[in-house]
């Protein structure tokens, strides 16, 4: 890489991070909040007479653990230490079409110092309709969707670490993931019953993307500052492709904005 290249990415990475920073801090504010006593609480909602649930996660900054596995709707667990951040949960259902959201309440105060503890742990029913929206600030973000049933699916991500699993997701026909700063790993293995569109804008990190293997997969990617490794692909035209594209019933279309940082392609057994 040349010395003018590297410079560049440099700068990009700055610019990249003052905007974050900026966005976040005028969102929550800047003044500093008293941490007080650690506090953990469980929430149960019940699906009720909702025949399909749209879910909105709004966490600022934290730690996010997302599974199936609950028998109610959504089964939650909150560990916080800052009493103005208490996650707000409100469900309503509206001629079968439910309505859940959990977020993070606005405050204008931000504690900066360590002692920070802010986690959620959301477990959802496997057998309800999901359209799900998840927004997170900075943190860490453990979104394994496996197994539910999602329908629709958009994240954005500020920074921090990430790992969204989607494998074992049939339903799902359409995904939007859109990451600002750090590393993201998104494991699209498994079968899938219908065509599926992935669309991956990427910010600054490394982007890693498991792929089906018995699965026609076809994925293009828009190359920013950073190279492209490809495993168990191989070119066509523009795209990468596997072995199945075009000899399986279904296709998964994957498309990737990359931004500065590697991209790691693997089809997985």
């Known amino acids: 890489m040349s010395r003018q290249r590297r410079l560049m990415m440099i700068g990009l990475v700055g610019a990249a991070a003052l905007v974050f920073m900026g966005c976040t801090f ?16 469980h929430t149960t909602i019940e699906l009720g007479d909702a025949d399909q649930v749209r879910v909105t996660i709004k966490m600022g900054a934290g730690e996010l653990k997302v599974d199936n596995g609950a028998d109610d709707l959504m089964e939650a667990e909150f560990t916080y230490n800052v009493p103005e951040w208490e996650p707000a949960v409100s469900y309503d259902v509206d001629e079968g079409d439910g309505r859940l959201i959990v977020r993070q309440p606005n405050t204008d105060e931000f504690p900066f110092n360590g002692d920070i503890r802010y986690e959620w742990d959301l477990s959802f029913a496997d057998d309800v309709p999901l359209d799900m929206r998840i927004e997170c600030g900075a943190g860490t973000q453990d979104i394994d969707l496996a197994g539910l049933w999602i329908t629709d699916l958009d ?14 997701n049939s339903a799902l026909q359409r995904a939007d993931i859109d990451i600002g700063a750090g590393n993201t790993t998104i494991d699209l293995n498994g079968p899938w019953s219908e065509d599926a569109e992935v669309d991956i804008q990427g910010g600054v990190g490394q982007i890693s993307v498991g792929l089906p293997r018995d699965v026609g997969v076809r994925v293009v990617v828009t190359k920013g500052l950073g190279d492209v490794d490809a ?14 594209y075009g000899e399986s019933d279904v296709t998964l279309e994957v498309s990737i904005q ?5 991209v790691n392609l693997d089809v997985r057994e």
Do not use: F, M, P
């Open 231 to 244: 495993s168990g692909l191989y070119r066509d035209g523009a795209a990468w492709v596997n072995e199945a």
């Open 258 to 262: 990359a931004g500065i940082g590697q």
């Open 26 to 41: 005028s969102s929550i504010g800047i003044q500093t909040a008293q941490i007080g006593e650690l506090t953990r609480t």
């Open 155 to 168: 994240i954005k991500l500020g920074a921090g670490s990430t790992d969204i699993t989607l494998s074992n």
